[in-house]
């Protein structure tokens, strides 16, 4: 099934499952995709914290300047509020890495990237990160508990169970 088409299954099957939710009756699984698919969410807080740090540097020096023209204090004011903005959207917005039958997911440069069992050259388990190497294009897909607040320990072993039906190496240091 093409990936446009799996995606049509899985919003119809959850409109479905709304549906019958209202209605009282459980859910319904079907022979889609719908629940096959493990996601692991972490959370952004390091780059909206520099950028709230940026926003209260920039309030601080724009009370401090001279008093020249309002409206350099006003676009000062704007700036502030946009960084301030894009730290909440940033926060508020949740990496994951979504594991399913025959391919990884995860979002990366504001779209979502793929990885199927093919392009998996070997995944890497430390401690407090999950490294999937890819084959070829691209960079290694990093997760980490410091960074971004993942459950790594969970997500390996997830990734563990997903190689060794794959038989893609895994590394654990």
């Known amino acids: 099934m093409s990936r446009s088409w799996e995606r049509k299954v899985n919003k119809n099957m959850?409109?479905?499952?709304?549906?019958?939710?209202?209605?009282?009756?459980?859910?319904?699984?079907?022979?889609?995709?719908?629940?096959?698919a493990d996601i692991f969410r972490g959370r952004k807080y390091v780059l909206p914290i520099i950028l709230l740090a940026l926003a209260a540097l920039y309030a601080l020096l724009?009370?401090?300047?001279?008093?020249?023209?309002?409206?350099?204090?006003?676009?000062?004011?704007?700036?502030?509020?946009?960084?301030?903005?894009?730290?909440v959207m940033i926060f508020l917005r949740k990496p994951y890495l979504k594991v399913e039958k025959a391919a990884v997911s995860t979002f990366k440069f504001n779209r979502e990237r793929?990885?199927?069992?093919?392009?998996?050259?070997?995944?890497?388990?430390?401690?407090?990160?999950?490294?999937i190497q890819g084959k070829g294009r691209g960079g290694n897909?990093?997760?980490?508990?410091?960074?971004?607040?993942?459950?790594?320990?969970a997500m390996g072993e997830r990734l563990e169970e997903f190689a060794k039906v794959h038989h893609i190496p895994v590394e654990r240091s």
């Open 14 to 36: 959850a409109q479905l499952n709304k549906q019958r939710k209202k209605q009282g009756l459980s859910g319904y699984q079907g022979s889609g995709t719908a629940g096959s």
């Open 62 to 87: 724009g009370t401090f300047t001279t008093e020249e023209g309002q409206s350099n204090s006003v676009l000062n004011w704007v700036g502030v509020s946009l960084y301030i903005l894009l730290a």
């Open 114 to 131: 793929r990885l199927n069992v093919s392009e998996i050259e070997k995944i890497l388990i430390a401690d407090g990160s999950v490294v």
């Open 141 to 153: 897909w990093v997760f980490s508990r410091l960074i971004n607040r993942y459950d790594t320990k």
